[in-house]
């Protein structure tokens, strides 16, 4: 299958222009920052669902995709409607959507509190509005999207918290948006990084997410990605 040009998650004049100034390394640094002090409990029974978004799709599914506990981990678009649930509509900005991933758990192996903290830790740069590196505009919004609302209490919880840490430069430009819809982004956006570990947006932006994973996360992380496809 042929990939359409990306018209900015897979800018290659971008992510050269990262590698020379030194700045996809600082964009890509882990946030050392304490677990929440509100959080889900975790002796529930059944699988869970958690939507959220920060930036290009690609890096943060391949993030959740090497945590432990976690079963599926889907790239797609959250915030906006149906019919403009698709690639090249929600690259415009116009759409009201995210580029969002949809992540599967097992709360009796990883809590809902926990996987924010992997996400405002090393999945993105919660301080960066409406971008993330490269890319620009609201699609790639810092966003979490509860699925109820234990899960938005959670959320707003955590943010007021990590706001008064001072571990962050400014206060954290993540918003909270009531989730609507998932829909599933077209099938060559899944697993992209496992498919496509040499392209130069990966290597510079998404790889060292994961690496950030494995450092700041051991007894989170996990080796082998669960993968879409």
């Known amino acids: 299958m042929n990939i359409p040009f990306r018209k900015h998650c897979a800018s290659l004049a971008a992510a050269v ?7 996809a390394q600082a964009a890509e640094s882990a946030f050392i920052i304490p677990p929440p002090a509100v959080d889900q409990a975790k002796d529930v029974a ?53 580029e969002a991933v949809e992540i599967t758990y097992d709360p009796k192996q990883v809590s809902y509190g926990q996987l ?21 505009g609201t699609q790639y919004r810092s966003t979490v999207f509860p699925t109820d609302d234990g899960q938005r209490k959670v959320a707003e919880a955590y ?34 990084l496992v498919r496509h570990p040499y392209s130069m947006y990966i290597m510079v932006n998404d790889i060292p997410k994961v690496e950030n994973l494995a450092k700041a996360f051991p007894d989170r992380y996990r080796d082998k990605p669960v993968l879409v496809n």
């Open 159 to 192: 943010i007021a918290q990590l706001n008064k840490t001072g571990v962050y430069p400014k206060t954290l430009a993540t918003t909270i948006e009531p989730l609507q819809a998932f829909y599933p982004a077209e099938s060559y956006h899944q697993d992209y």
């Open 116 to 136: 924010l903290q992997i996400y405002f830790s090393v999945a993105h740069d919660p301080t960066q509005l409406n971008r993330q590196g490269p890319d620009s």
């Open 46 to 98: 059944t699988q869970e669902k958690a939507v959220i978004a920060g930036g290009c799709f690609w890096g943060v599914q391949a993030v959740f995709q090497h945590v432990k506990g976690v079963t599926n981990a889907v790239s797609g678009y959250a915030g906006g409607k149906a019919n403009t649930a698709d690639y090249d509509a929600v690259s415009s900005g116009r759409t009201g959507h995210a």
């Open 17 to 23: 222009g990262l590698l020379g100034s030194g700045a």
